[in-house]
């Protein structure tokens, strides 16, 4: 059996995350490991592993917080692909004809050589994305599965883990990364940015229909009998509200009062309403992709000593040709 010891440290010294042994074919861990998801795995306790070959199966990284390294401080979030759909849908937000070796040159992909259809792409972030589970529920059972986008967010919560490069898949190959080994390093607007597109999809796949495979339709949201429930997709609702404000008011009212609008809104609509905190993250991420935003989401790791001369150039460029 291989012996995983250069991957595993890479991932612990080189990301700064708590990796832990597993049995990847099985998906399986031996340490229960939500302990480690608030505090660092000691670098003793994390050598004798090694030691006693506990790692011989496979390994678990555990995305969140970041403990140790140049990352310090900041979160790992990764983005779990596992169809064609869900790949293409992720991709499509970057640009007409951007391929998945395009964004591994941009930050780190892996994926199984035997099924390219799945794949994992991390981040580093400045703050944890929202967790997202599978897509699909509002298709009924004559839905082929194959046609919604398989993909989840992990970055912090109970479903924060990995299996990782170069760990065996249990179709028979190993996990690898594709291309950069340098993760892509996103500032909180970035990191808004990549949210805001990651909820288009699962809004435009999750939103609660009216009838049979249709979503709600602006104009019924602004009934005032309408009404969206917790785990109903309350955040991206509010959201398309937002935008449909800010687009059909900019310059008739001012920012504060569509702001103030789309608070009475959430208060009368949302079942319960939406936090304070909450509120004005949906708000910045519909202000900020409505708006005249030139900021690369998925900035070249290459760059990261010249920040500003970066920035001031992508100001230059459309949204269109920023992202990718």
């Not at 306790?45 to 790692?55: A, G, L, M, N, S």
């Not at 699909?136 to 992990?154: L, Q, R, S, W």
């Not at 949210?195 to 339709?217: D, F, G, H, M, Q």
């Not at 009475?264 to 708000?283: M, S």
Request: aromatic residues 10%.
């Amino acid at each position: 059996m291989a012996d995983f010891a250069v991957d595993i440290d890479f991932w612990v010294f080189e990301i700064g995350v708590n990796a832990i042994p597993a049995d990847t074919r099985n998906k399986r861990t031996y340490e229960e490991w939500s302990q480690w998801q608030d505090q660092p795995v000691a670098g003793e306790t994390f050598e004798e592993w090694k030691r006693q070959r506990k790692f011989e199966k496979g390994c678990a990284v555990i995305t969140g917080k970041i403990w140790r390294g140049k990352y310090k401080g900041k979160y790992l979030c990764a983005i779990d692909l596992d169809n064609k759909e869900g790949i293409k849908e992720l991709l499509s937000h970057f640009g007409d004809g951007y391929t998945i070796e395009m964004l591994a040159e941009k930050t780190i992909v892996e994926w199984h050589p035997d099924n390219p259809n799945k794949i994992h792409v991390y981040y580093i972030v400045e703050k944890p994305l929202s967790k997202k589970s599978g897509i699909g529920i509002f298709f009924d059972n004559n839905t082929n599965k194959e046609d919604i986008p398989a993909i989840e967010v992990k970055s912090e919560g109970k479903h924060g883990i990995m299996y990782c490069s170069s760990s065996p898949h249990k179709d028979g190959y190993n996990y690898e990364i594709i291309g950069t080994r340098v993760p892509a390093v996103l500032n909180a607007e970035q990191s808004i940015e990549l949210e805001y597109r990651i909820n288009r999809i699962y809004a435009k796949y999750t939103s609660k229909p009216e009838s049979e495979n249709l979503k709600v339709s602006i104009e019924n949201l602004f009934k005032p009998d309408f009404e969206i429930y917790k785990d109903h997709n309350r955040s991206e609702t509010l959201m398309r509200i937002m935008e449909s404000l800010i687009q059909r008011l900019k310059g008739i009212y001012t920012e504060e009062k569509i702001k103030e609008l789309s608070q009475e809104w959430n208060q009368k609509h949302c079942k319960p309403p939406l936090d304070t905190d909450k509120f004005e993250y949906q708000w910045k991420c519909a202000k900020g992709f409505l708006g005249d935003k030139k900021e690369d989401i998925i900035p070249s790791n290459r760059d990261n000593d010249d920040k500003d001369e970066k920035r001031q150039s992508q100001k230059q460029n459309s949204l269109h040709t920023s992202i990718h």
